[in-house]
């Protein structure tokens, strides 16, 4: 069964301590699902996050169970049984064979220009980014900075994602997009939900576009919808607040980007 290999953490705050990043290679992809999630480097660290590992493995192992099981979508699998998650580095020519590319903590993030030319490349040819987890005016900033070296902003600018986006009912009808704590900020607040205060109270919704219309770029900002993944066997009150919608907004996202 795929709920026998859910992914449980341990009571810590979303900060990787795993071993090496699994890399993907050509073997992994044979026409399945893989989930791909995009590996940078930091020029900063912020709290809570750890950069381009922020929820991983257990995001990735986790989605890619639940994926499978309400979806029907077939999911790659390891040889012993568990999803073939892979991370990626943004020059590989396997992120061609990713629908979606999933990024966390992009805050920190900086782009070579390598690195530019890859992800713009694979942007404009038809995939599909979600970056998620990274909080307050400060890493806004930097994103935005970023990513439009790579998509520059007066051909492609980031706009307001409305809530009746074809994206938020690919599948299940959600209705909004909700403010998601990691667990750690939830049990040290007694429930908060904005992990840097008036800084980021409010959820960001925002993407880019192609010339179709298309959406390439997806930014939830102020949210950490991972960690109702990551977190999902952790506390029970935690999953029944947050992971029912966190799985539907992922299995939305995906299910567009494999559309579209």
Same mark, same amino acid.
């Given at each position: 069964?795929? *709920?026998?290999?859910?992914? /449980? ?9 795993? &071993? ?38 257990? *995001?990735? !192992? !986790?989605?890619? /169970? ?19 998650? +892979?991370? =990626? ?5 396997? =992120?061609?064979?990713?629908? =979606? ?5 992009? %805050? ?6 390598? @690195? ?7 942007? =404009? ?5 979600? /970056? ?11 994103? /935005?900075?970023?990513? %439009?070296? +790579? ?16 994206? #938020? ?20 607040? &007694?429930? %908060? ?7 980021? *109270? ?8 192609? @010339? ?6 997806? #930014? ?5 919808? *991972?960690?109702?993944? @990551?977190? @999902? ?17 992922? +299995? ?5 980007? #494999?559309?579209?």
């Amino acid at each position: 069964m795929y *709920a026998q290999r859910i992914w /449980v953490g341990g009571p810590g705050g979303g900060f990787w301590r795993g &071993g090496p990043p699994k890399f993907g290679v050509r073997g992994d992809f044979d026409g399945s699902f893989n989930y791909c999630r995009g590996f940078f480097s930091s020029i900063a660290r912020e709290a809570g996050g750890s950069g381009w590992g922020t929820d991983y493995p257990g *995001a990735d !192992n !986790n989605f890619s /169970v639940r994926l499978a099981e309400l979806t029907l979508v077939r999911v790659r699998l390891n040889p012993d049984g568990q999803p073939a998650h +892979v991370v =990626l580095r943004l020059t590989d020519p396997l =992120l061609a064979r990713c629908p =979606l590319l999933f990024m966390e903590d992009v %805050g920190t993030v900086k782009f070579d220009d390598e @690195e530019i030319r890859a992800l713009r490349d694979y942007l =404009l040819k038809g995939g599909f980014l979600w /970056v998620d987890d990274f909080w307050g005016s400060y890493a806004w900033e930097r994103w /935005v900075g970023e990513i %439009g070296r +790579v998509l520059p902003p007066h051909q492609y600018p980031i706009a307001d994602i409305p809530l009746e986006h074809p994206i #938020m009912r690919t599948l299940y009808d959600v209705k909004r997009m909700p403010q998601v704590p990691s667990i750690s900020h939830w049990y040290r607040s &007694g429930g %908060g939900t904005s992990e840097r205060g008036a800084d980021s *109270a409010i959820v960001t919704f925002k993407g880019i576009r192609d @010339e179709k219309g298309r959406l390439m770029i997806v #930014m939830t900002h102020n949210t950490d919808i *991972a960690d109702t993944w @990551e977190r @999902e066997g952790d506390n029970r009150e935690y999953f029944d607040r947050f992971s029912p919608e966190g799985y539907a907004i992922g +299995v939305n996202f995906i299910l567009y980007a #494999m559309t579209h």
